[in-house]
């Protein structure tokens, strides 16, 4: 994380690698806990301190956000946040050893971690916070295996068939080749669930050559949301093949979304909680933009707000990805940036 009691305190810092969106969703859990889990609320339902106070943690307060966001993500993912499952959910983290448990082969390339990892089973979110703070130390080294450790931890306790079965056989790849990484782990860490689809609910799918089949998309309101913007090809025929999330991901529980923007990860996220409840709120707002690679940056959202020439801002040729990415959710909103306007697709690593 980065240097705490300072204004981008709250953030994870990463070079931009195949991690950033395992590290995006990751992020937004960690500004949820600050934010919003740990912030002492009053009976007006106002904090006694300003929000920015809590986005500029002490390092006691980094680790305490990291443990508590590492702990839910792989909850979510054993089926611990949903009891009409009907099966008792059990979290599986895997810790490095000395021990090689799997030999060099043919079948097998060691790595130097996954053929000594030692696996531990627990069976409360109580037990699974306690664990991941004693042992946080390993998700932290530098140059070190973290983001694997929560990438597997959250596969296992899944269960590796259980994601082959969220992939739906339109993917036989969880991590794919992406820059920056899957939209599939983003919505395994967001949902506890690996599913390409992003629409609500189940659809049957077919035509009148095969049967309908389901596909299950997002199956609860999230409370982290997720927006997505593809970037080119908008009429083209790549586009058939591309899912854009439905109103449980693009209108969660909190004002926190991960984002793909042209298939770069960042968070937008607002620090009332109230936002997405109250009308009013929703008119006229500031929203922040955070990059693991180091971009931060204040927009003001106006969904009152049309151009000098009376068109919408969505239909503005010289809107930036972001802003387009921005648009999907609040599609008439006028948007001004705070200092300079970056480049999304030049990301700082």
Known sequence: MRPPNQPLAYGLAAPRNGARSLLS????????????????ITKDNKSALPPE????????????ALWHACSEVIWRCAG???????????????????????????????DGITEKLHFFELKN??????FIKRYLYLFQTEDGSGALLLLYAAILSRGCENVKKDLDG?????????????????TLLLTG???????????YVGDEDHYAMPQFGILSRSPVGLLVWYGGEENGK????????????????????????????????NTNRELL?????????????????????????????????????NDDISATPLEKLIHTKWQDAKITWTGATPFVSEVPT
Do not use: M
């Not at 979110?125 to 306690?130: F, G, H, S, V, Y």
């Open 125 to 130: 979110l109580e037990d699974l916070q306690i």
């Open 277 to 313: 409840r109250n009308y009013h709120a929703e008119r006229r707002f500031d929203i922040q933009y955070y990059t693991c690679g180091g971009c931060n940056v204040l927009l003001n959202v106006d969904t009152r707000a049309h151009d000098e020439a009376g068109t919408l801002r």
């Open 193 to 203: 669930r690996a599913t390409p689809y992003l629409h609500n609910g189940v659809l």
């Open 238 to 269: 790549h586009n058939l093949n591309k899912q854009y999330p439905g109103s449980r991901l693009k209108t969660p529980a909190l004002p926190i979304w991960v984002t793909s923007c042209s298939g770069h990860y960042g968070v937008l996220f």
């Open 170 to 186: 339109k993917l036989t790849h969880l991590v794919s080749a992406h820059v920056e990484g899957s939209l599939n782990v983003c």
């Open 25 to 40: 969703a990751l992020q937004a859990h960690i500004i949820k806990w600050l934010l919003f889990d740990s912030r002492p």
């Open 53 to 64: 106070t809590y986005l500029r943690p002490s390092e006691e307060r980094q680790e305490e």
């Open 80 to 110: 611990g946040f949903n009891p009409q499952s009907g099966v008792d959910p059990k979290a599986i983290v895997a810790l490095p050893s000395e021990t090689i448990y799997v030999k060099h082969s043919s079948q097998y390339y060691q």
